[in-house]
């Protein structure tokens, strides 16, 4: 995984902040899920690559 070397704003910030819809699905589940066990494996098996 590559980490933002920027404090600047990405593409995906672009996105996210010009949606018709503030809250959706997705931002519900992001909510609901600590995803720092997930990216602590991911970055786990991606460092062996």
């Excluded at 593409?11 to 992001?30: N, P, T």
Aim: net charge positive.
């Amino acid at each position: 995984m590559s980490e933002r070397n920027s404090n600047k704003p990405g593409i995906a910030d672009y996105v996210v902040s010009h949606r018709r819809h503030k809250e959706c699905f997705l931002d519900e589940i992001d909510r609901l899920i600590d995803w720092k066990p997930f990216e602590k494996l991911l970055r786990k098996k991606l460092s062996r690559v």
